[in-house]
């Protein structure tokens, strides 16, 4: 297969666009493992041993802020540490992948399971893992943006 690379810049920096014969079509899975093989790894820190440790960012269900770290957690049910304040993170991972829900919290929009509205106009949402988390007032026009 020939792969060649063009430049949009109206598109989001995080987006890539693949375009293909519809012969093709049927391919697309393999085509879409393949690229997120390529996934960038997020260096974290496991807490056990003080190691450093490379996890995919698309085995992470959330993010949470913990002072001057933060906290992921992993589809496994592990936890690790990050040595950097949220608002780096977001810098870092995809934000077509992450979404900050609140002051405190960015979760995988992969993993979510279900959401719904709850008092005080918050959105409550659940992972697959079956924890919960509140999207704030001031959050929910972004989530209802990349989610409804």
């Excluded at 974290?44 to 002072?67: G, M, T, W």
């Excluded at 979760?107 to 709850?118: E, G, L, M, P, S």
């Excluded at 106009?121 to 943006?145: C, H, M, P, T």
Aim: aromatic content about 8%; hydrophobic content about 35%.
């Amino acid at each position: 297969m020939k792969v060649t690379f063009e430049t949009d810049a109206s598109m989001e920096r995080s987006l890539a666009k693949i375009v293909t014969n519809p012969a093709e079509q049927q391919r697309w899975d393999e085509i879409d493992k393949a690229i997120s093989h390529l996934e960038r790894q997020l260096v974290v820190i496991n807490p056990k041993n003080n190691r450093n440790v490379q996890i995919q960012p698309s085995s992470i269900l959330a993010i949470e802020s913990e002072d001057r770290m933060c906290n992921v957690r992993v589809i496994s049910g592990e936890s690790y540490l990050l040595g950097k304040r949220l608002k780096y993170v977001e810098e870092d991972v995809d934000s077509s992948q992450f979404l900050k829900i609140n002051n405190s919290t960015m979760i995988n929009v992969k993993h979510i399971q279900a959401f719904a509205a709850t008092d005080h106009a918050r959105i409550q949402v659940e992972l697959k893992d079956g924890s919960s988390y509140y999207v704030s007032r001031y959050y929910i026009k972004n989530f209802r943006g990349k989610l409804l």
